[in-house]
């Protein structure tokens, strides 16, 4: 079971470092071509793809995972079958309505966020087929390709066809749509649909597992990505474009460990019956911590280079909120993981109660303190929310399963928080950026030699 986590990871973790490793570069390029407000609208509009997507699938996409991983083949069909239809049908509704909007008030945008909308959503419905086929590495390779679609397509229609926000608003939307066709066809889709399989019952089946899962999905969007609309209202597209900057450095960290997130929800519903569960999932937890605090670290310690060197100057402002964002997403990654184990025990309720409380500590933070500081209530708020968030679900988890912190990884947590502060030292020399740098990465050796052996392995650099 451990060489399942370990296998699914790489396959993952592979696929997320190619492609927002390329996203990543494409950062500057789309930043400088795109004023900051035209940057911040489009980070607003992704907002609300993010919260449209719960919705729109009604969370679907985790009870299509959970009921289809430990069924056998024509159960599988049923289940990818049912969800193809719910998720079309509600894209459907979407699509009227944001017709509608176009034409009663004349508003622009509604038709290229309408393409967005359906390219995530549909991407949102094969990552939960995916996993329940246990087709983990077709997963990877998609998004790989629609990341390069991403990049070369906004590209065309921002600096060629000079779009501008139109231009990478249609380079996401295509990339997506030409991503999910390449799973269609790599895995020969059509094999497991058969609409002769059609239950209103297998339909209720899945939205009474995923209901609880789409307030706690809503939740995740208002304690992580609605300070966007917080501070559009209250300081404009600007600073939301320059928080939006802010965001783009630990939300590699993010996608990184989210891909973990995503096989350690299979291989613990996998591990739920085993009598050595509890060790094993303490296990986990503290080698997910410390491969956690070692990646923030490792980027953390990029932020000089990323924003002296690499991100337009208009941007600067952004490397003050980048370190506290790091601590935030940090404990963000270590909700999901706790998240997961509820998961593999059938207890969304669980996750919608605990992120329903963050998202409104989220809330009451940003608000009270915006009018006083500004921006920095938004990197506060999330922060603030995401530690509620992660004391919250161990305190509900710990009956169940004890998770206790090893010795290491306090000492390692400690040099996270040290190197988080170092960040707000002004006129910092070069020199000392370098030692703190070269430190970062020989840790994240040290603590990773092992997970770094086998993705060598696995690419062949490294004989078996």
């Known amino acids: 079971m451990k060489n399942n986590l370990m296998k699914n990871t790489i396959l993952l973790s592979i696929g997320v470092l190619l492609t927002k490793g390329l996203l990543f570069i494409m950062i500057p390029f789309f930043s400088s071509w795109l004023s900051i407000e035209e940057y911040g609208t489009f980070d607003v509009l992704c907002t ?3 919260l449209c997507i719960p ?13 289809s991983i430990d069924v056998d083949d024509e159960e599988k069909k049923k289940y990818v079958t049912n969800g193809l239809i719910l998720y079309l049908r509600n894209l459907a509704l979407l699509s009227i309505v944001m017709i509608a909007i176009r034409i009663i008030f004349k508003w622009n945008l509604a038709i290229p966020f309408l393409l967005l909308a359906i390219g995530e959503v549909i991407n949102d419905y094969f990552q939960g087929c995916l996993r329940g086929l246990k ?11 629609t990341t390069v679609f991403i990049a070369i397509l906004s590209t065309i229609f921002i600096k060629i066809a ?6 990478i608003i249609y380079g996401y939307s295509l990339g997506y749509i030409i991503g999910n066709l390449f799973i269609i066809f790599i895995i020969k889709f059509w094999k497991y649909i058969s609409f002769k399989l059609y239950s209103k019952q297998t339909i209720k089946e899945m939205i009474t597992y995923s209901f609880p899962l789409i307030f706690n999905n809503i939740s995740w969007w208002v304690v992580n990505v609605s300070d966007r609309s917080i501070i559009r209202l209250f300081l404009g597209s600007a ?5 939006a900057i802010a965001n783009k450095v ?9 891909m973990f997130s995503i096989s350690w929800q299979q291989t613990a519903s996998e591990m739920i019956d085993s009598k050595e569960r509890n060790k094993y999932f303490e296990q986990v937890y503290n080698s997910s911590i410390s491969i956690l605090i070692s990646l923030c670290i490792g980027i953390i310690s990029c932020n000089f280079l990323l924003f002296n060197y690499i991100f337009d100057p208009k941007y600067d402002l952004a490397r003050f909120h980048t370190p506290i964002l790091m601590l935030s997403i940090f404990l963000f990654s270590v909700s999901q993981f706790l998240g997961g184990i509820q998961i593999s025990f059938k207890r969304p ?3 919608g109660i605990t992120t329903i409380i963050g998202a409104i500590v989220n809330v009451i933070v940003n608000l009270s303190l915006i009018p006083f500081i500004g921006l920095f209530a938004a990197s506060i708020s999330t922060f603030v929310s995401n530690l509620v968030l992660v004391v919250l679900r161990k305190y509900r988890l710990h009956k169940i399963v004890p998770l206790k912190l090893n010795t290491k990884n306090k000492i390692y947590g400690l040099i996270f928080i040290y190197m988080i502060l170092i960040q707000y030292i002004s006129n910092m020399p070069l020199f000392m950026n370098i030692i703190h740098l070269l430190f970062a990465c020989a840790l994240f050796m040290f603590i990773n030699k092992n997970f770094i052996t086998k993705i060598f392995k696995k690419l062949g650099v490294v004989k078996k």
């Open 48 to 50: 609300y793809v993010t």
């Open 55 to 67: 919705i729109l699938s009604l969370a679907s996409s985790d009870s299509l995972f959970r009921f």
């Open 135 to 145: 087709k983990l590495n077709i997963y990877s390779l998609g998004m790989a390709v």
């Open 162 to 167: 000079n779009l501008g926000l139109l231009g």
């Open 239 to 243: 600073a939301n474009g320059i928080y």
């Open 250 to 258: 630990p939300a590699l960290c993010t996608s990184v460990f989210g």
């Open 349 to 351: 309720k669980e996750n």
